[in-house]
T-cell receptor, first 114, second 112 residues
Framework: DGGITQSPKYLFRKEGQNVTLSCEQN?????MYWYRQDPGQGLRLIYY???????QKGDIAEGYSVSREKKESFPLTVTSAQKNPTAFYLC?????????????FGDGTRLSIL | KQEVTQIPAALSVPEGENLVLNCSFT??????LQWFRQDPGKGLTSLLL?????REQTSGRLNASLDKSSGRSTLYIAASQPGDSATYLC???????????FGKGTRLSVIA
Protein backbone atom coordinates (compact mmCIF):
# COMPACT_ATOMS: atom_id res chain seq x y z
CA ASP A 1 0.00 0.00 0.00
CA GLY A 2 1.23 3.47 -0.86
CA GLY A 3 1.55 5.97 1.91
CA ILE A 4 3.67 8.18 4.13
CA THR A 5 5.73 6.80 7.01
CA GLN A 6 6.85 9.07 9.82
CA SER A 7 9.27 7.95 12.50
CA PRO A 8 9.62 7.86 15.36
CA LYS A 9 6.10 8.14 16.73
CA TYR A 10 7.38 9.77 19.94
CA LEU A 11 10.61 11.71 20.39
CA PHE A 12 12.20 13.43 23.35
CA ARG A 13 14.71 16.23 23.08
CA LYS A 14 17.19 17.44 25.65
CA GLU A 15 18.14 21.09 25.96
CA GLY A 16 20.67 22.12 23.32
CA GLN A 17 20.13 19.00 21.24
CA ASN A 18 19.22 18.75 17.57
CA VAL A 19 16.77 16.00 16.63
CA THR A 20 15.69 14.72 13.22
CA LEU A 21 12.23 13.54 12.27
CA SER A 22 11.96 11.12 9.38
CA CYS A 23 9.38 11.22 6.58
CA GLU A 24 9.32 8.70 3.72
CA GLN A 25 6.68 8.37 0.99
CA ASN A 26 6.13 5.79 -1.74
CA UNK A 27 3.38 7.66 -3.56
CA UNK A 28 5.75 9.06 -6.21
CA UNK A 29 4.70 12.57 -5.17
CA UNK A 30 6.92 15.49 -6.10
CA UNK A 31 5.76 17.86 -3.35
CA MET A 32 6.33 17.26 0.36
CA TYR A 33 5.43 19.36 3.39
CA TRP A 34 6.13 19.66 7.11
CA TYR A 35 3.52 21.07 9.48
CA ARG A 36 3.48 21.76 13.17
CA GLN A 37 0.25 21.34 15.11
CA ASP A 38 -0.32 22.89 18.54
CA PRO A 39 -3.59 22.73 20.48
CA GLY A 40 -5.98 25.40 19.22
CA GLN A 41 -3.51 26.60 16.57
CA GLY A 42 -4.38 24.43 13.62
CA LEU A 43 -1.66 23.35 11.19
CA ARG A 44 1.23 25.73 10.55
CA LEU A 45 3.57 25.20 7.60
CA ILE A 46 7.26 24.84 8.47
CA TYR A 47 8.95 23.95 5.16
CA TYR A 48 7.92 22.51 1.83
CA UNK A 49 9.63 21.08 -1.22
CA UNK A 50 8.26 20.92 -4.74
CA UNK A 51 11.15 18.97 -6.23
CA UNK A 52 14.34 17.18 -5.25
CA UNK A 53 17.17 19.46 -4.05
CA UNK A 54 14.83 22.42 -3.64
CA UNK A 55 12.76 23.62 -0.67
CA GLN A 56 11.08 26.77 0.61
CA LYS A 57 10.40 28.21 4.04
CA GLY A 58 6.88 28.19 5.32
CA ASP A 59 5.32 30.44 7.93
CA ILE A 60 7.35 29.22 10.94
CA ALA A 61 10.72 28.02 9.57
CA GLU A 62 12.94 29.56 12.26
CA GLY A 63 14.70 26.91 14.33
CA TYR A 64 14.09 24.15 11.76
CA SER A 65 16.02 22.80 8.78
CA VAL A 66 15.23 20.30 6.01
CA SER A 67 16.85 18.49 3.12
CA ARG A 68 15.44 16.85 -0.01
CA GLU A 69 18.14 14.63 -1.50
CA LYS A 70 15.71 11.95 -2.67
CA LYS A 71 12.16 12.19 -3.98
CA GLU A 72 10.94 9.76 -1.35
CA SER A 73 12.46 11.42 1.69
CA PHE A 74 12.05 14.80 3.41
CA PRO A 75 13.62 14.78 6.92
CA LEU A 76 13.05 17.65 9.33
CA THR A 77 15.68 18.69 11.88
CA VAL A 78 14.52 20.56 14.96
CA THR A 79 17.55 22.54 16.04
CA SER A 80 18.50 23.87 19.46
CA ALA A 81 17.50 27.31 18.18
CA GLN A 82 13.84 26.25 18.32
CA LYS A 83 13.02 27.23 21.89
CA ASN A 84 9.52 25.78 22.01
CA PRO A 85 9.67 22.53 20.05
CA THR A 86 7.00 20.60 21.94
CA ALA A 87 4.29 19.87 19.36
CA PHE A 88 2.81 17.31 17.00
CA TYR A 89 4.66 17.26 13.66
CA LEU A 90 2.95 16.13 10.49
CA CYS A 91 4.50 15.32 7.13
CA UNK A 92 2.43 15.40 3.95
CA UNK A 93 2.84 14.88 0.22
CA UNK A 94 0.93 15.78 -2.89
CA UNK A 95 1.19 15.42 -6.66
CA UNK A 96 2.63 18.62 -8.10
CA UNK A 97 1.20 20.84 -10.78
CA UNK A 98 -2.05 20.41 -12.62
CA UNK A 99 -3.32 17.25 -11.01
CA UNK A 100 -6.32 17.69 -8.72
CA UNK A 101 -5.30 15.01 -6.29
CA UNK A 102 -5.63 15.03 -2.53
CA UNK A 103 -2.83 15.70 -0.11
CA UNK A 104 -1.78 12.71 1.98
CA PHE A 105 -0.51 12.78 5.56
CA GLY A 106 1.62 10.58 7.76
CA ASP A 107 0.59 9.60 11.28
CA GLY A 108 2.77 12.24 12.91
CA THR A 109 5.61 12.48 15.41
CA ARG A 110 5.02 13.88 18.87
CA LEU A 111 8.07 15.77 20.15
CA SER A 112 8.53 16.63 23.79
CA ILE A 113 11.23 18.32 25.85
CA LEU A 114 13.02 16.32 28.56
CA LYS B 1 -3.11 36.06 1.26
CA GLN B 2 -5.62 33.23 1.58
CA GLU B 3 -7.21 32.79 5.00
CA VAL B 4 -9.51 29.92 5.94
CA THR B 5 -11.93 30.03 8.84
CA GLN B 6 -14.04 27.29 10.39
CA ILE B 7 -16.90 28.06 12.74
CA PRO B 8 -17.85 26.68 15.21
CA ALA B 9 -14.66 25.36 16.81
CA ALA B 10 -16.64 22.57 18.46
CA LEU B 11 -20.03 20.95 17.89
CA SER B 12 -21.95 18.29 19.79
CA VAL B 13 -24.96 16.51 18.27
CA PRO B 14 -27.08 13.46 19.10
CA GLU B 15 -26.64 10.32 17.04
CA GLY B 16 -28.73 10.20 13.86
CA GLU B 17 -28.81 13.93 13.30
CA ASN B 18 -27.87 15.45 9.96
CA LEU B 19 -25.31 18.21 10.35
CA VAL B 20 -23.37 20.83 8.41
CA LEU B 21 -19.82 22.00 9.02
CA ASN B 22 -18.82 25.39 7.65
CA CYS B 23 -15.64 26.64 6.00
CA SER B 24 -15.02 30.12 4.63
CA PHE B 25 -12.10 31.44 2.62
CA THR B 26 -11.05 34.97 1.69
CA UNK B 27 -9.61 34.51 -1.83
CA UNK B 28 -12.18 33.10 -4.25
CA UNK B 29 -9.50 32.27 -6.86
CA UNK B 30 -8.97 28.81 -5.44
CA UNK B 31 -7.70 25.77 -7.33
CA UNK B 32 -9.41 23.23 -5.12
CA LEU B 33 -10.71 22.76 -1.60
CA GLN B 34 -10.20 19.67 0.54
CA TRP B 35 -11.94 18.35 3.62
CA PHE B 36 -9.97 16.21 6.06
CA ARG B 37 -10.75 14.21 9.17
CA GLN B 38 -8.34 13.94 12.10
CA ASP B 39 -8.73 11.49 14.95
CA PRO B 40 -6.95 12.27 18.25
CA GLY B 41 -3.19 11.75 18.01
CA LYS B 42 -3.37 10.79 14.35
CA GLY B 43 -2.61 12.32 10.98
CA LEU B 44 -5.18 13.76 8.61
CA THR B 45 -7.28 11.61 6.30
CA SER B 46 -8.58 13.15 3.09
CA LEU B 47 -12.37 12.92 2.83
CA LEU B 48 -13.33 14.93 -0.23
CA LEU B 49 -11.64 17.20 -2.77
CA UNK B 50 -13.68 19.71 -4.76
CA UNK B 51 -12.09 21.18 -7.86
CA UNK B 52 -12.71 24.85 -8.60
CA UNK B 53 -14.93 23.92 -11.55
CA UNK B 54 -17.17 21.71 -9.38
CA ARG B 55 -20.05 22.63 -7.08
CA GLU B 56 -20.09 19.50 -4.93
CA GLN B 57 -18.64 16.08 -4.24
CA THR B 58 -20.19 13.11 -2.49
CA SER B 59 -18.77 10.08 -0.73
CA GLY B 60 -21.18 7.85 1.15
CA ARG B 61 -22.89 9.91 3.88
CA LEU B 62 -20.66 12.91 3.18
CA ASN B 63 -21.40 15.72 0.76
CA ALA B 64 -19.18 18.75 0.29
CA SER B 65 -20.24 21.87 -1.57
CA LEU B 66 -18.26 24.80 -2.92
CA ASP B 67 -19.47 28.34 -3.61
CA LYS B 68 -16.51 30.38 -4.79
CA SER B 69 -18.46 33.60 -5.19
CA SER B 70 -19.40 33.67 -1.52
CA GLY B 71 -16.13 32.14 -0.34
CA ARG B 72 -17.81 29.22 1.39
CA SER B 73 -17.72 25.45 1.52
CA THR B 74 -19.88 23.15 3.60
CA LEU B 75 -19.50 19.53 4.64
CA TYR B 76 -22.83 17.78 5.14
CA ILE B 77 -22.87 14.60 7.20
CA ALA B 78 -26.05 12.57 6.99
CA ALA B 79 -27.34 10.34 9.80
CA SER B 80 -24.39 11.01 12.10
CA GLN B 81 -22.85 8.16 14.10
CA PRO B 82 -20.58 8.11 17.17
CA GLY B 83 -17.78 6.94 14.86
CA ASP B 84 -17.99 10.29 13.07
CA SER B 85 -16.60 11.99 16.17
CA ALA B 86 -13.35 13.64 15.13
CA THR B 87 -11.92 17.00 14.12
CA TYR B 88 -12.79 18.08 10.60
CA LEU B 89 -10.48 20.47 8.76
CA CYS B 90 -10.88 22.23 5.45
CA UNK B 91 -8.00 23.52 3.34
CA UNK B 92 -7.80 25.66 0.22
CA UNK B 93 -5.22 25.48 -2.56
CA UNK B 94 -4.72 28.57 -4.72
CA UNK B 95 -2.82 26.63 -7.37
CA UNK B 96 -1.53 23.14 -8.02
CA UNK B 97 1.89 24.17 -6.73
CA UNK B 98 1.17 26.27 -3.65
CA UNK B 99 0.76 24.83 -0.15
CA UNK B 100 -2.69 24.23 1.25
CA UNK B 101 -4.02 26.83 3.68
CA PHE B 102 -5.82 25.16 6.57
CA GLY B 103 -8.62 26.23 8.85
CA LYS B 104 -8.29 25.42 12.54
CA GLY B 105 -10.94 22.74 12.35
CA THR B 106 -14.28 21.89 13.94
CA ARG B 107 -14.24 19.27 16.69
CA LEU B 108 -17.36 17.12 16.29
CA SER B 109 -18.81 14.92 19.02
CA VAL B 110 -21.70 12.60 18.14
CA ILE B 111 -23.43 11.42 21.28
CA ALA B 112 -25.05 7.97 21.37
Amino acid sequence: DGGITQSPKYLFRKEGQNVTLSCEQNLNHDAMYWYRQDPGQGLRLIYYSQIVNDFQKGDIAEGYSVSREKKESFPLTVTSAQKNPTAFYLCASRARGGLNQPQHFGDGTRLSIL
Amino acid sequence: KQEVTQIPAALSVPEGENLVLNCSFTDSAIYNLQWFRQDPGKGLTSLLLIQSSQREQTSGRLNASLDKSSGRSTLYIAASQPGDSATYLCAAANSGNTPLVFGKGTRLSVIA
